[in-house]
Nanobody
């Protein structure tokens, strides 16, 4: 059974940068779309960015121009480069991969932005 494992979260000052990575382990199969959601305390889980198997990205309005999503299909990985981080970016970030009709989730990684 495939699993997704995130890494790269942590504590960063406002204006700083972090890169999140997500890799698949277990059975090796290709995902269609992959991406990242985030969930702040007391809030719903929201889509941050997604990328198709062809490499076409989509971003939430709040992160456009600051975050960049990329993927390596050969390695079954997806990354999220986060620049100019803001206090409101603080959340648990979850990666996912779609193999319709199923979706595989990672366990989440904490990103905390301090002032």
């Amino acid at each position: 059974q495939v699993q997704l494992v995130e890494s790269g979260g942590g504590l960063v000052q406002a204006g700083g940068s972090l890169t999140l990575s997500c890799s698949a382990s277990g059975n090796r199969f290709s995902f269609s779309a992959m991406g990242w959601y985030r969930q702040a305390p007391g809030k719903q889980r929201d889509l941050v960015a997604r990328i198709t198997s062809r490499g076409d990205p989509n971003y939430a309005e709040s992160v456009k121009g600051r975050f960049t999503i990329s993927r390596d299909n050969a390695k079954n990985t997806v990354s999220l480069q986060m620049n100019n981080l803001r206090l409101e970016d603080t959340a648990v970030y979850y990666c996912y991969g779609d193999r319709p009709p199923s979706r595989v989730w990672g366990q989440g990684t904490q990103v905390t932005v301090s002032s």
